[in-house]
């Protein structure tokens, strides 16, 4: 697996198993994607560092909506002929361990718990999605769900500072389950062969309509058991052989200093 660490004012990409790192001679994922990246011989141990999020600014982050079977039976709609795409700014992304910040103009702000993929070179109109795939990580696509039943648009009740958690790590087999805990009590939980559409068949039908780049962040929807977070929660995202993305939820200014 691939991360982002940073260990005082230092930032670089490692190479890690979860509980130690390799560093590497970059501080930049999309080198390690085009495989420009070297492991230096440092070792660090993981808990000795802050993990950051795994892409920095990724160009795109893309988003599917209503693709597990038992989502679109929770929220009442019919299951979709092609994928629903939305997408969220890179400004949204955080890592393990930052804040979740509720704004101050929704009432109520969801989880959602997915796996994403980080793409691992340029695609268009492409016909092998699952040959562009570099990874998987753990993404929680927040939401402000008063906002998105109010909106046309779904842009602001995902886009806010905060609203894209991914990580901790990049691993390079896919997961076949994602887990989301609330305060430590399981409140999502399903395989990911509960989806509409696959890993592979979401990049060839996003690829017809934007080219996509190494780098580029796709989120492959999340399964039933949304619900609204508070201040003082604690939410994580697990995906099998990946590990688990925690993040605290609080209020008032985003903290975007040094993301």
């Known amino acids: 697996m691939f991360g982002r660490f940073r260990s005082g ?20 994922m999309t080198d390690v994607i085009a495989d420009r990246a070297r492991l230096t011989g440092r070792t660090h141990r993981v808990d000795d560092l802050r993990i950051l999020a795994p892409v920095d600014k990724p160009g795109k982050i893309v988003c599917i909506g209503l693709n597990y079977r038992s989502h679109i039976t929770e929220m009442e709609w019919e299951t979709p002929s092609a994928p629903i795409i939305f997408s969220k700014p890179a400004s949204a992304v955080i890592g393990q361990g930052d804040d979740i910040v509720l704004p101050a103009m ?21 016909s092998n999605g699952a040959d562009a795939i570099f990874g998987f990580t ?26 894209a958690p991914m990580g901790p790590f990049i691993s390079q087999s896919a997961p ?40 580029d962040v796709i989120a492959t929807g999340t399964p039933s058991g949304i619900s609204p977070m508070k201040v003082g929660d604690i ?25």
Not at 187 to 199: H, I, K, Y
């Open 106 to 126: 929704s009432g109520r702000v969801d989880y959602e718990g997915e796996s994403a993929l980080i793409l691992g070179k340029r695609a268009r109109c492409i």
């Open 176 to 215: 076949s389950r994602v887990r989301t805990r609330l305060n430590g009590r399981e409140v999502q939980n399903a395989e990911m062969s509960d989806r509409v559409f696959d890993d592979a068949a979401i990049v060839e039908y996003i690829s017809r309509i934007m080219t996509l780049e190494p780098g």
């Open 235 to 259: 939410v994580e995202v697990e995906l099998d052989g990946i590990g688990t993305l925690m993040n605290s939820v609080t209020s008032g200014e985003p903290n975007i200093e040094g993301r």
């Open 9 to 28: 004012e230092k930032e670089f990409v490692g190479k890690t198993d979860g509980s130690e790192v390799i560093e590497m001679d970059t501080s930049r």
């Open 138 to 163: 753990c993404f929680n696509d927040v939401t402000a769900r008063d906002l998105q039943k109010g909106d046309p648009d779904w842009t602001r009740a995902k886009g806010f500072d905060t609203f």
